[in-house]
């Protein structure tokens, strides 16, 4: 991809991806991994998102490893060249990442074909870790600065679509938080007027 106009319709693609409605964050995710597969020319591109909780990366969207290896693969930040990426916060480029000495290999994603990786970090608008967009292929590869950085700007696309999914959850949530009270208080509103009719009545049998 060297000419700026196929750059420009790259970036768009996802874009208009991101912009899409859709309650399933997984497909999404698999639809902007095979599009940046595509546009970056690779035969894999794999997203790890970072768990806080559990303070590992996980494997959460995949074109070209084993898709049955999605959400069972996970690392520490100390493992791996995923977690290099976020340890180090920016960009790596392995041209042979099996002969790396951070390369960690999991079975059950069938990586071991592929020899080139580059990896870049995923931010939120704070720079908060989000996760590790990588760029695997089969044959050992130069990826040059344009590559790199065209990759580095579509895990800000990335990055805006998850923060698009969350805001998504967080409003959902609050509405139906709100519904959840605003059932509450006609249940106690309910529960108020019958006690006060029982009441009512009690008071006026007393004498």
Known sequence: MSANKDRLAFIEHLSSI???????????????????????????????????????????????????SVGKVSMRLNEGLVGLVLEKDEPVYVPDAISHQRYKYFPETGEERFHTFLGVPVHDGRKKPLGVLVAQTLERRKFNRNEIRLLSTAANQVAQILSHFRLRESLVTKEKERLEYKRRMIEANRQLKDYEKVGGKTRHAAP
């Open 18 to 68: 991101g912009g899409e409605h859709s309650d399933d964050l997984r497909e999404t995710l698999d639809r902007v991994a095979f599009a940046i597969a595509s546009g970056m020319e690779a035969e894999v591109c794999s997203l790890y998102l970072f768990d806080p909780q559990r303070e590992r990366l996980v494997l959460r969207a995949t074109v070209g490893l084993d898709r049955e």
